[in-house]
């Protein structure tokens, strides 16, 4: 991830977006410390389009006895 301090940043917004957008990881110093992140937005996309995935997710793989999709997305495994 590079950093890139705060007044920087606000001289090159349009192009750090732009950099974003493309999948870089921004970060954004403040004194010297992180202050910030800079990612891409996640697509847009409706609930059902997500419950779809995860399903798929779910269907596609077995899971161990006891776990449950929701134990997976609290321990950000997907």
């Known amino acids: 991830m590079q950093k890139i301090g705060l007044f920087e ?3 090159k917004l349009s ?3 732009e950099r974003a957008r493309q999948g870089e990881r ?8 992180l202050a910030a992140v800079l990612v891409s937005a ?4 409706s609930l059902k389009d997500l419950f779809r995935d995860i399903e798929e997710i779910r269907t596609r793989s077995k899971l161990p006895e006891g776990v449950t999709v929701k134990d ?4 950000g495994r997907i």
């Open 9 to 11: 940043a606000k001289q």
């Open 15 to 17: 192009e750090l977006v």
């Open 26 to 33: 921004i970060g954004i110093t403040r004194r010297g410390k």
């Open 42 to 45: 996640a697509p847009e996309g």
């Open 72 to 75: 997976l997305i609290e321990e």
